[in-house]
């Protein structure tokens, strides 16, 4: 019977999941992030299609309100997405510890969480979105747009609350496929209805935001279906949806730090859009272009991090820091290449890819020279995830929300004082960006060569 049993579980593990405790680790770590990165891609693809859209078929004023409200929907959003992540840590230990009951009892348990942060967070998006978008002195012709897109965004958190949640605790077992092929089928959904709302029934800003609601209500409810029917873990019994205290505390200790690490970073973004705001349309629908393209470029280092998350939890749940080790330094590797790669790319190709979200031709010519500028940083910028990937995996919460408060001192700081410099001027808006990103990533380095992450145990 032991035997049946045993035979059982690594079947269900070579079907469903990826045991990253045996085995090479940059394979490991290429396999979980390439599927994650397509992933983030296309999820990335959502807000690139409404930006593509409304700024060519409604206006530059539009696309720069679905710009400003970019950062206040992530601020709502990054809750949400940091007790996720905390429910997914405490997944990926009791993975790696082998304990099957522990997994299925914190996925029980993450809904009731995840349901109440992400059912507030849209009531409190909703209501204080104008009040917010002044406060953020939004231009009066812009000022339309951004309310109602941020309404319609902020109102399906929901949605993104439960598509994170169901997501992160796949990757912590190791399955990149559902979320992966869900969001590609969501894109291309998301996609068609941004052409249809806007284009053809003229239903402007809204219609762009609608297409995105749609597509992560669909990216949801879908995952969850599809996770519950092939995945034995997903298939709880009624003692693992019993109401567990030890469980809470540690997703929300782990998860709520992260959290607000991730409303730090949205809370500085809002600050330095506020900035961006005062040098009129132009500038801002610039700086919406480059900060799309930068979504982009932030992908690849967003899935090596996820993935250095979940191999941190897994490996420390059996104890075997040294495989971390190994593991992080192949990771840095990997970021150093594609930073390089990326900035050549964009020194010699800047203006055609900004022009492909923009067609002012001031406009064009400011984002090409802002993304080399921030080009500059992409190598702190990608130690910034792998860093904070091994530091969140270990469960080192704490940390977390130190790096976000020095995003936001860095971002309003350094844009207050680089702005009014006269030989620097708006290009202290993305001089601010890189200069952030490289103070966070040295804190994140020293963070980790401290060690302290070694001896953490959930």
Known sequence: ????????????????????????????????????????????????????????????????????????????????????????????????????????KAIGNSIYILGAVGSLMSILGVVFAKPILTFMDTPEDVMPYALTYMRIMCGGTIFVAAYNGISTILRSLGDTKIPLIVLMIASLINAVLDIVFVTKLEMGVAGAALATVSSQAFSAIVSILIAVRINPYLRLKKEHYKFDKTIFIQSAKIGIPIGLQNSMIAISIVALQRVVNSFGPVTMAAFTAVSRIEQLIQGPFNSMGSAMSTFTGQNLGIGDVDRVKTAFKKATKLILGFSICAYIIFLIGGEWVIGRFVSNPESVAMGAKALRITGLFYIPLGLIYISRGVLNGAGDGRFALITGIVEVIGRVGFSMLFVQIPAIGVWGLWGTTGLTWFITGVAGILRYKQGKWKTMKL
């Not at 593990?13 to 983030?40: C, Q, W």
């Not at 299609?49 to 060519?56: A, D, E, I, P, R």
């Not at 078929?57 to 400003?68: F, N, P």
């Open 1 to 104: 019977m032991n035997t049946f049993l045993k035979r059982k579980k690594k079947s269900i593990k070579a079907s469903y999941v990826a045991d990253m405790t045996k085995g090479n680790e940059t394979e490991h770590l290429v396999r979980f992030s390439v599927p994650l990165l397509i992933g983030n891609v296309f999820q990335q693809f959502y807000n690139i299609s409404n930006s593509m859209v409304v700024g060519k078929h409604i206006g530059d004023d539009a696309l720069a309100g679905v710009g400003t409200v970019s950062g206040l929907t992530f601020l709502f959003f990054s809750m949400c997405i940091g007790l996720a992540i905390g429910v997914g840590i405490i997944v990926a230990h009791a993975f790696g510890a082998g304990d099957n009951n522990q997994i299925k």
